[in-house]
Each structure stands twice: as structure tokens, then as C-alpha cells.
């Protein structure tokens, strides 16, 4: 049975956002019937806003709007390895889980963002360390989870060592909550999703680039005897439509972009534009979900038109 497809709710709050910024939108993004509400984790601004009042942690906001959303899914695009150990992650996520009822996706990446290590005294290893940490906490995160009720969990890796973990809390959904990976690494990318992802999620690029990369996922996927139609299959782009030309650059304004470069790059002009740009994409690349990058926060009559003119013409 072919997955229907879903648009969802994706934020940005490191270039300047409060949690009841967040919680907003969330609130708007449930009311209006999109599928799940994402947010990045970043502690850092990029590019020349300021980034006020600073930033707020992924995981303190997941757990508040478990509790104060109650239908749309929540994670996010993608918590950064760099940031955590892996068990203690595991115990967060399982948390946020239990405190959503369920709701919970796990989005897990290797981090990239060199800058917001520096400035908040994280460690940034070489690009492979990052890999090969990454492999062992996918690995760590998934087992602790998958272990049964009453067992222990151990791991011996090279960098991270479990002894008789508990492996609890579990989270509220069996087996697990499910695992999203992504990225356009070409090969180590998608062997890791073939081994560990629910879904693949390609951010921020064109049809050619996400074709191939969805196609060496699959490719990953038959090396191990996987069948690569379990891995759904996501993208995102950046947000900016319009009811007409002027609505259109005042909002492409908001967000210090240009309406051409947005038209080319992004999900963005009429309604109409918007419905047969996803079109393409469902068409060439077999997405069943499109997370939608809003950048200006402020404005919930951006994210109450998609959903009333755009979304009920993708079922």
C-alpha cells in the first residue's frame, strides 16, 4: 500500500527564535492538519541575521511540545552526533517518546557545522572520526531500544563502551521510534541508512543530485538483502508562496531571499507553482514526504495558505 503523502513543518530557530516562537508555530502547524512539526539543532546563527536572543536546545523544546501539542509528529532535521553520547541521547529520545505519547521521530546525523563546536567548546573531530562515531551511535541508540524488557545492553566499540546498560527507559513506541537519516555522502551515507533508516531525507538540493542519492541508498539497501521500498523516502525545501506577485516578494523579502533564486532552489510561488513543483518531485524521485523550511516565524498565515491551497490538491 503506497504511503499518502504528507508535507510537514520545518524550523530553523538557531537564526533567532524563543521557545514560545516555536510553540506557536507548533500549535499552527497541528491546527491546520500538516503531518509533524521539525525544528534543526543548531547552536549557532548562520549568515548575517543575529541570531537573538540565541538559541534553544532541540531536546528541551521536543519535550515541551509533547506536552503541549497532541497529534502531529515531532523530531528533528538532524540531532547532530557531535553533541551527545549516545546512551544518554537514547534516554532523552525514549523520554520525549513516552511524554508524546508516541510521536517521536529520530533524526540523527554525523554534524557538519564546525563553527558552533568551536564557539561552544564541543569537540570536532576529522570528517571519518565523525563516521565512525556515528556508525556506533546509530548502532548503540537502536540497541538499547531493540533490547527486551528484563536484558541488558552492552557494547564494545572504538569509541563508545557499554557495560550491562539497563536499557531503559523504552520508548513508547515498539520497536522503536522510527530512524531518519540523510545527507548526500556518497557512499557511507547510504550504507548507513540501509542498515539503520525508516526514512531518507535529502535537504536543500535539485531533482538530478536527489535521484542519484535515493538510488545509491537503494543500491545500499540490495547489498545486504534489505528491500530498499522499507525506507521512506523525504526532502526539504526552503518555503516562500504567495497568493499573487506582491504577497510573493514580501515574503521572499522577509526571509532576505530572491524570488527567481527561491522559484529555482525552493518550494516557492503560487499555490499552483507549488502543487506541480512537488508533483515533479514525487514524480521522478518517489518522495512520500516534503518537510517545508519556514524561515520567517512570524508569519502563520504563510503556513495556514499551504495548508488550505496546496495541500489538499497532493492526495
Not at 18 to 31: G, I, N, Q, S
Not at 195 to 209: G, I, V
Amino acid at each position: 500500500m503506497t504511503e499518502p503523502f504528507k508535507l510537514r513543518i520545518f524550523t530553523e530557530p538557531q537564526q533567532g527564535a524563543t521557545y514560545d516562537d516555536l510553540l506557536r508555530v507548533a500549535k499552527a502547524t497541528e491546527a491546520a492538519g500538516y503531518d509533524a512539526f521539525f525544528r534543526s539543532d543548531h547552536y549557532l546563527k548562520m549568515g548575517s541575521v543575529s541570531g537573538e536572543p540565541g538559541p534553544t536546545d532541540a531536546w528541551v523544546t521536543l519535550g515541551g511540545l509533547a506536552r503541549e501539542t497532541s497529534r502531529v509528529r515531532l523530531g528533528t532535521l538532524m540531532t547532530a552526533g557531535t553533541f551527545r553520547y549516545p546512551g544518554p541521547l537514547a534516554i532523552a529520545a525514549a523520554q520525549v517518546d513516552q511524554m508524546s505519547g508516541g510521536r517521536l521521530e529520530f533524526g540523527l546525523g554525523s554534524g557538519w557545522y564546525e563553527e558552533e563546536h568551536a564557539a561552544y567548546g564541543i569537540p570536532f573531530p576529522a570528517l571519518k572520526e565523525r563516521f565512525d562515531r556515528y556508525a556506533e551511535q546509530l548502532e548503540i541508540i537502536t540497541g538499547l531500544w531493540d533490547t527486551p524488557a528484563g536484558e541488558t545492553f552492552s557494547f564494545d566499540g572504538r569509541y563508545y563502551r557499554l557495560t550491562d546498560a539497563p536499557a531503559l527507559p523504552k520508548p513508547a513506541q515498539r520497536p522503536r521510534p522510527p530512524v531518519l537519516i540523510g545527507g548526500g555522502g556518497k557512499k557511507r551515507t547510504p550504507e548507513l541508512a540501509a542498515r539503520f533508516a525508516d526514512e531518507f531525507n535529502l535537504p536543500f538540493t535539485d531533482l538530478d543530485t536527489a535521484t542519484a542519492q535515493y538510488e545509491r541508498v537503494a543500491a545500499a539497501c540490495a547489498a545486504i538483502g534489505r528491500d530498499a521500498g522499507e525506507i521512506v523516502r523525504s526532502a526539504a525545501l526552503v518555503l516562500c508562496v504567495g497568493k499573487d506577485d506582491a504577497e510573493l516578494a514580501r515574503r521572499a523579502a522577509a526571509i532576505g531571499r530572491d524570488v527567481d533564486e527561491l522559484r529555482a532552489n525552493g518550494l516557492a510561488g503560487t499555490p499552483a507553482e507549488a502543487v506541480d513543483k512537488i508533483g515533479t518531485w514525487r514524480e521522478r524521485t518517489g518522495i512520500t514526504r516534503l518537510y517545508l523550511q519556514v524561515l520567517d516565524l512570524a508569519d502563520l498565515d504563510h503556513v495556514d495558505l499551504v495548508a488550505a491551497e496546496v495541500a489538499p490538491q497532493l492526495s
